[in-house]
Structures are given as structure tokens and as C-alpha cells.
């Protein structure tokens, strides 16, 4: 099913993300790899901002949160239309340059401005056109160059969460130390206070040996009891859906969050590797059967 919504939004159930989290977290990636489900339409080296010059244009509109779009999946027998908001985290409201600063190594106070200013549910901007990644990917016209009435109003948000950042490849992460941190601490309270429906997502976590993270620590602490967490990877395309659909049914359900169904990494990213393998198969029969003249 194609990613752009053509349709009124009578005919489609719209509703708005917030995808929030530290610099270098992986949130743009992410991002990408949800609304432009097409494998040649990803971006790895994916950045909030590349350069200077693409800091005054459209794309931010003299604010803090880039529009990437909207993305319709069919669920339930519905057709849902998912827009996606990235906030962005610029020191130098001049310059909106990049901060200097990696998920290990940052000011909390800056952070914690961040989080404050991107939990706000009614956002306003005049005429904020799609964001174009600098490699040209994410062109503003083909989902549509802005939003209608010029503001939105978020109806849940995805803080995402690189736990890997801080480990090496051969030294593990202390999971209660995640837990506990002030970043992770305030930015659960701030998506309490405003009561939006949020799921926690742990990112790249192909890059590292999850048998050092710890997960079931982390999955099993008290900050989590009334938030989903979800083990992905954007370069893998894995969970990437699921933290999109869990949020969904976050919002049209009244189930208890520990009913929901806890999709491990390892589990979800054998299950991609087999749909991987499976089309490769099918791919290479079709190449073998062909005539030579095709």
C-alpha cells in the first residue's frame, strides 16, 4: 500500500506523533524508515539538520519540530493516517546549529528545555513544509507540502532511547543506571503530566550484543509498569511498525499496558530475516526461470 494519503480526512482517521529524544538517538532514522516504507527511500546517515543553510527554510519555519509527513497503514479493516513530528534539539536558536554533544556526553539543562518545549500537544506553524533530507530523499511534494490549517495538535508521542551509546562492544550497559537517569526520569514524569499515550523506543540495537544490555532488567522496572517499550532497529527494519501500531492501540484501547504482548528483538528480527530470505528466494527463481532475453 502506497505511503501517501490522498484522501479528505473524513475518510481517514488522522492522528499526530511526537517523536522525541537526545541528539544522535536515532529519531530521524526512525522516522524515515516509517513513512517511506520503500527500502530505497532510507536513509542510514539520516541527520535532523545537515547544514546551516537548510536551517531558515520552510522545513522549520522559525520552530523546534520537523514535519515529515504523513504515512497511511490499513488497520482493523481502517485506513490510518499517521502524522509524524520530529522534535529537534538546536542551542543556537541562530544558527539552529548542531549540538555538540552525543546521548553520553550532553548538558541536562538544555535537555530538559527540550523535553519541556516538545511535550506540548497544540503546535503552530504557518505554511511548514515537508522535511527534505539532504540526499534528497523526502521531497516536500510527494506527501504533501503543508499542514492545512497551519497547526496540529499531538495526540501521542515515542521517546526514543539509545541504549547502546554508552556501551562498547565488549562491556555491558548498567540497565539500572538507564533507569534511573535524570533524562529518562523527567521525560517519563513530563509524558505523565500532559496524559498522551507514549511507548518508550529502544533504537540500534543491531549494533550491539544484546545479551550486554540487560533488557529484562530494564523491561521489568517500575518506570515501565505503565509504558511499552519497544526493541528496534531503522537500518534492520525491525519493530519499527510495531512501535507505531502499539501506540495506535495505546490510543483506541483501555487494555492494561502489562497485557500487552512484549515482541523481543531477537524474535522480531528473525521474523524479518525469514521475510528477507523469503523474497530473495523468490526473487532468484524468477531470475533463473526467465528466458535469457528478458
Known amino acids: 500500500m502506497s505511503n501517501n494519503c490522498h484522501l479528505s480526512l473524513t475518510e481517514n482517521k488522522l492522528i499526530t506523533i511526537g517523536v522525541i529524544g537526545l541528539p544522535g538517538s536515532g529519531k530521524s532514522c526512525f522516522c524515515n524508515r516509517f513513512v517511506f516504507r520503500h527500502p530505497d527511500l532510507y536513509v542510514r546517515d539520516s541527520h535532523s539538520i545537515s547544514d546551516t543553510s537548510q536551517s531558515c527554510d520552510a522545513n522549520l519555519s522559525d520552530n523546534r519540530w520537523l514535519y515529515w509527513g504523513c504515512a497511511c497503514r490499513q488497520i482493523d479493516g481502517s485506513t490510518i493516517k499517521f502524522q509524524i513530528l520530529e522534535h529537534t534539539k538546536f542551542p543556537d536558536c541562530v544558527t539552529y546549529s548542531i549540538p555538540p554533544y552525543s546521548t553520553c556526553n550532553y548538558d541536562i539543562n538544555q ?20 522535511y527534505a533530507c539532504k540526499k534528497g530523499v523526502c521531497k516536500g511534494s510527494s506527501i504533501g507540502d503543508c499542514f492545512g490549517p497551519n497547526e496540529v495538535k499531538v495526540d501521542g508521542f515515542i521517546l526514543i532511547l539509545d541504549t547502546t551509546t554508552c556501551m562498547s562492544k565488549t562491556h555491558c550497559v548498567d540497565p539500572s543506571y538507564l533507569c534511573n537517569s535524570t533524562i529518562l526520569q523527567e521525560s517519563l514524569n513530563c509524558l505523565s503530566r500532559v496524559q498522551k499515550p507514549a511507548v518508550v523506543v529502544l533504537t540500534k540495537l543491531d549494533n550491539c ?41 495505546l490510543m483506541e484501547s483501555k487494555t492494561r499496558v502489562h497485557k500487552w504482548r512484549h515482541i523481543s528483538y531477537i524474535g522480531a528480527a528473525y521474523k524479518r530475516s525469514q521475510v528477507v530470505n523469503s523474497a530473495m528466494h523468490s526473487f532468484t527463481r524468477l531470475v533463473f526461470i526467465s528466458p535469457p532475453e528478458f
Not at 230 to 248: G, R
Open 209 to 249: 550484543d544484546i545479551s550486554k544490555l540487560g533488557l529484562d532488567v530494564f523491561l521489568k522496572s517500575n518506570e515501565f509498569k505503565k509504558i511499552p517499550v519497544i526493541e528496534t532497529s531503522a537500518h534492520e527494519n525491525v519493530n519499527i511498525e510495531e512501535a507505531f501500531l502499539t501506540l495506535y492501540r
Open 111 to 130: 535537555f530538559l528545555e527540550y523535553i519541556h518545549k516538545s511535550i506540548e500537544i497544540h503546535l503552530v506553524s504557518k505554511n511548514k513544509l515537508t
